[in-house]
């Protein structure tokens, strides 16, 4: 055979040079795409979760504003002195130990007041403190006369309170303490308007307020056996004892519920 017709190409061997250069020229060939990734999905989300609430930061809290109070005049019917500690004057004896447990200053004289006593809440000299807006009056007169002094009384009050801010002189209430035959000792009647259920006290506050309703506390005192005019007379102007004192003076807690209430406070 003659080795001539065969042709057969070697090649040399390629210096890094050339390796290089030949790796080059090479077109490389993409790696392929794990199906697994070809498509990437989105977790889907947890419906079982609740989304949460943003908190309020405290120092963006504001609370709730005041509620507006309505002022009281706190009214006691009873009798001067010499009578100031007989049974017809229980409410002139409940209204001061309602000073006292509201820590009230002493009763006072007041010419503005149709010359009653008077105590004004402890905490405004200008007598209008939401927290305390009551003001105690005491009747100077007698008892079957109560209506003209405090009807000059009440009026005077409503013009002492300002009415270009809250409590309006509209809002005021009057609240009348006086005993109360028909009412075991110890306990408390309470009743707006209405008949004075034969009390000659309650009957001149009647009208001389026109028919005006107002609130009334009746403070049990009991009454004799008999039912006589003279007999009931005899009752109410005898000087209490101290179980009797100390029974009139134990309604000071539920008053003052009461109070509250009409002032539109708890």
């Known amino acids: 055979m003659d080795t001539s017709e065969i042709s057969l190409e070697t090649q040399a061997p390629l210096s890094r040079k050339g390796k290089r250069q030949h790796k080059k020229n090479e077109t490389p060939t993409p790696n392929p795409i794990p199906i697994n990734n070809a498509i990437r999905q989105e977790p889907s989300p947890d419906r079982s979760l609740k989304p949460q609430k943003e908190s309020i930061p405290k120092n963006l809290y504001l609370p709730p504003p005041p509620m507006a109070v309505r002022k009281i005049l706190v009214a006691s019917l009873g009798n001067p002195p010499p009578y100031t500690s007989t049974l017809h004057s229980a409410g002139h004896i409940l209204l001061t130990a309602l000073g006292l447990s509201l820590s009230y200053p002493p009763f006072t004289k007041s010419r503005s007041l149709a010359n009653g006593l008077v105590s004004y809440s402890p905490d405004d000299n200008n007598n209008n403190n939401p927290s305390l807006p009551f003001t105690l009056w005491q009747c100077p007169s007698l008892m079957n006369v109560s209506g003209k002094s405090l009807s000059t009384a009440y009026h005077s009050f409503l013009k002492s309170l300002c009415s270009s801010s809250p409590p309006h002189r509209s809002d005021a209430r009057l609240v009348v303490i006086h005993d ?5 000792l ?13 009390h000659n006290g309650v009957r001149s506050c009647v009208e001389a307020l026109g028919g005006m309703e107002f609130l009334r506390i009746g403070v049990g005192i009991g009454r004799p056996v008999g039912r006589g005019k003279d007999e009931v007379a005899s009752y109410v102007l005898k000087k209490m004892s101290q179980r009797e004192r100390e029974g009139v003076e134990g309604c000071v807690d539920e008053v003052v519920k009461v109070l509250r209430e009409e002032a539109g406070g708890s």
Do not use: F
């Open 180 to 184: 109360e035959l028909e009412v075991a």
């Open 186 to 198: 110890g306990k408390i009647k309470v009743k707006r308007g209405g008949s004075s259920r034969g």
